[in-house]
């Protein structure tokens, strides 16, 4: 078997040099001068026959190739898988260089970084901006209804239907704005009047500025905020939602525009804040005002200090502030002095002669007359012996006719007037005395105790809650 190879052995040699000696035409070039001969390729010993048809040599050739697809189907490629957008790389097309690609990939990832970080920077300028003011829709208003609530009292059913339906509107437009307050252990109502969240309420609520509140929601929802000024005279606060808005707001009417007999609402959360309950309602009417302050015979309790008072219209008139003896003594403090005193009151001021406890007794005026408060006209059915009224030289069976510049009706508007001032004040009075018209300047002096010409007072050691809302 060994002696049978070597004729064939023989051929291949002859061949191959006959393949390096072959003409430029053919498919292999010779290689250049000096360069070394390629090694004598030695065939393998396959036992087979040594004569072989061109089919037969072929084969093995085809089956390498087949094997080797195999294998590359099988091993995983190191080329990158196409991207989302792109078209897959077919047989036989050139591959593109995959450096530029990774480099506009990097250049593709640093601007969306960039833009993500410009983004968020936006994000924070526009947090910093104060958002837009949600749109304010009037409560709905038209001839019939402002006809029958100038009417002196309702003369039917239709009337009072009228009357029903537009509190009905009123409440449903300031119920998402009137808040229950908590300052401390002690709990208190306002009225949010801005959308970026400034609060009226009473000054007696307030304290004093700086401190800490918490706004309670009719649905439950809690904001924090600080309290602003208080003017204690005339008992006005202000606070402020620290929280971030737009808040839900209701809109101050013009100042003083009140008129006795004038329908209002109030709506406050006395006792504080109740899950189980709506805001309580309060209708009644305006039994007299003036700049200083507002009486209704909306009766109001304990914890309704700061609620806002509305006319029909939805705007704030008024806000919550004592009570007196009577039912119908339900004294409000006017809008227009939180007109007047607006800046003062963002501002944080606190001013003005203190109310509450043994301070706010000793404090309160005296003028000395009683008269009676079911007559028509203010006049004077006693003058008391060493008081103000005395001194100046007034007479039982004057006629008071107004107080300061402000007309006084009857006897409970001048006991309101007296109660708004401050001891010590001098005060003008215009006075009656048959066809005589004087002038009378009277100082109001200061009391302990309740006495005629003076609001009606708590006694020292009474109950706070029974004279106060």
């Known amino acids: 078997m060994r002696w049978s190879l070597c004729p064939a052995v023989a051929v291949v040699v002859l061949l191959w040099s006959s393949l390096q000696l072959a003409p430029t035409g053919w498919a292999q070039e010779s290689p250049p001068e000096g360069s070394p001969e390629p090694p004598a390729v030695q065939p393998e010993e396959t036992g087979e026959p040594e004569k072989e048809s061109a089919e037969e040599s072929s084969e093995p050739q085809q089956d390498s190739k087949s094997e080797q697809e195999k294998k590359d189907r099988e091993e995983p490629k190191a080329t990158a898988k196409p991207q989302k957008g792109e078209e897959p790389q077919k047989d036989g097309e050139p591959q593109e260089n995959p450096e530029p690609k990774a480099d506009e990939e990097a250049e593709e990832g640093a601007k969306s970084s960039k833009d ?193 008072l509305f006319n029909m219209h939805g705007e704030v008139v008024g806000i919550n502030s004592r009570i007196g003896r009577r039912i119908t003594d339900n004294f409000h403090v006017p809008i227009g002095t939180y007109h007047d005193t607006w800046d003062r009151l963002v501002a944080g001021e606190s001013w003005g002669s203190p109310l509450g406890g043994q301070a706010e007794v000793e404090a309160r005026p005296l003028l000395g007359v009683t008269g009676n408060p079911k007559a028509a006209d203010c006049r004077l059915s006693q003058v008391f012996p060493g008081m103000p009224a005395d001194r100046a030289g007034l007479k039982v069976g004057d006629v008071i006719r107004s107080f300061n510049g402000k007309p006084v009706k009857n006897f409970d508007a001048l006991v309101d007037l007296v109660y708004s001032n401050e001891a010590r004040k001098s005060i003008k009075l215009e006075v009656e005395r048959g066809d005589e018209k004087l002038e009378v300047e009277v100082q109001l002096a200061q009391i302990q105790q309740p006495l005629p010409g003076s609001a009606d007072l708590p006694k020292k050691g009474s109950n706070e809650k029974e004279q106060r809302s």
């Open 116 to 308: 993500a970080d410009a983004k968020e920077d936006t994000k924070g300028d526009d947090s910093d901006k104060k958002p837009a003011e949600p749109e304010f829709t009037p409560v709905e208003w038209n001839d019939e209804i402002e006809k029958v609530l100038e009417r002196r009292y309702p003369r039917n059913v239709a009337d009072l239907k009228v009357i029903q339906e537009q509190t009905q509107r009123v409440i449903k437009h300031v119920d998402p704005a009137v808040v229950s307050v908590r300052v401390g252990q002690a709990f208190g109502s306002a009225v949010i009047v801005s959308p970026d969240g400034l609060v009226l309420t009473a000054g007696h609520v307030v304290g004093k500025p700086g401190e800490d509140v918490v706004f309670i929601f009719a649905d439950g929802k809690m904001a924090r905020g600080k309290t602003l000024g208080m003017f204690r005279e005339i008992d006005s606060g202000m606070m402020q939602i620290t929280d971030p808005g737009p808040w839900p707001y209701v809109k101050l009417a013009k100042k003083n525009e009140l008129e006795t007999g004038e329908w209002v609402v109030v709506m406050s959360h006395p006792g504080g804040f109740d899950p189980d309950r709506t805001p309580p309602v309060r209708l009644g009417r305006v039994l007299f005002s003036n700049d200083d302050v507002i009486c209704t015979d909306c009766t109001l309790v304990g914890g309704d200090s700061g609620g806002p």
